[in-house]
């Protein structure tokens, strides 16, 4: 079955460091792929999608990603990490249907 | 600005009570999903709405019902709400029914069994 691999469902990094979270895809055809952020009690909210033509794509926030085909891989990362990117992290795609299907979140927490 | 609205944010029911969660748009969006999010775990979607269409995820339970009176609005009825059935509930919309298309989240309705 396709799917969507988070790995890591913790990740602590320091106030100021490289936040890198994980996200490999398994599909036989180009996917379409997501990042959602959830704050605590809250909805999820779009950081980026790559949906075809350049592979780093930038999102909201400061973060990005790169889709690497060569990989499948599609990991988010932002160059310094702050005290508000504190949250739950979903990466997602939808393998050519319109139904997103989440991988099982990586939760980020930044040390002060 | 243009939004996704739920209602209640928290919500609490009795074991076998009927409840409805509601959600409303102003996006204007044709398409409306209702998701559960149980603690610690991804979202699973239980249906969606294309314009009056409905489309029900083939293991979401019959005690989960909904409703589109019209574009704007969207309920997800709870026939006799269980134990298993607290969640967090999260109401999206998408522009269009297609693969590339962002989908906007509520911010939740939480609802606990007693």
């Known amino acids: 079955a396709q799917s969507v691999t988070q790995l890591g469902s913790h990740v602590s990094v320091s106030e100021g460091a490289l936040v890198l979270l994980r996200c490999n895809y398994s599909?036989?055809?180009?996917?379409?792929l997501f990042w959602y952020v959830q704050y605590p009690n809250q909805g999820l909210q779009l950081l980026l999608k790559y949906t075809t033509g350049a592979t780093l794509v930038k999102g909201i926030n400061g973060f990005e990603a790169e889709f690497k085909k060569s990989e499948t891989s599609f990991h988010l990362t932002k160059p310094s990490a702050h005290m508000s990117d504190a949250a739950e992290y979903f990466c997602?795609?939808?393998?050519?249907?319109?139904?997103?299907?989440f991988g099982t979140g990586t939760r980020l927490t930044i040390i002060p | 600005d243009a939004m996704v609205i739920q209602n209640p944010r928290y919500q609490v029911t009795q074991f076998g009570k009927p409840v409805t969660l509601s959600c409303s748009q102003t996006?204007?969006?044709?398409?409306m999903y209702w998701y559960q999010q149980k603690s610690s775990q991804a979202p699973k979607l239980l249906f969606h709405y294309y314009d009056k269409d409905f489309n029900n995820e083939a293991d979401t339970p019959d005690n989960f019902q909904s409703r589109r009176p019209n574009t704007s609005f969207c309920f997800l009825d709870i026939r006799s709400p269980g134990l298993g059935d607290a969640a967090m509930y999260l109401c999206?919309?998408?522009?269009?029914?297609?693969?590339?298309?962002?989908?906007?989240f509520g911010p939740g309705t939480r609802l606990l069994v007693l």
């Open positions: 999206a919309t998408s522009r269009e029914n297609l693969y590339q298309e962002t989908q906007y």
């Open positions: 996006l204007n969006h044709n398409v």
């Open positions: 599909s036989s055809v180009p996917p379409y």
């Open positions: 997602a795609t939808n393998f050519g249907n319109e139904k997103l299907t």
